[in-house]
């Protein structure tokens, strides 16, 4: 994407940008579907212990709905990084992270 802005080809630059977004959705939309459909089946293969595979399960679960916003997030910052908006993508970066931490201190399980 920086090669076609630095090339005046904006065109390129945006269609590439849009092929990126979309590709992003439909793999966080993947991954979300997989994650929440097959967290035992997951798990298991990765050789979780019977004691905390109902916890890592409900974790999966969890996870798996934002994952379509976590992989949306990854790729438009890169966007803005690759057309030169490096501070904006840096500000972006925090985002998820202050809202991860709301989440958790306002947890009633903690």
Sequence with gaps: MANFIGAKQLEKARHIAQQ???LSILFGILTGILTMF?????????GIEDNVLEA???YFKI??????????MFVLSSVLRGAGNTRAS???SFLPVHFKEQI???SPCI
């Design 56 to 58: 890592g399960v409900s």
């Design 20 to 22: 990126s977004v979309i």
């Design 90 to 92: 840096l500000y972006y």
């Design 38 to 46: 097959f967290a035992t089946p997951l798990l298991k293969l990765m």
């Design 63 to 72: 996870v798996a709905i934002p994952s379509v916003f976590m992989s949306l």
């Design 104 to 106: 958790i201190i306002s």
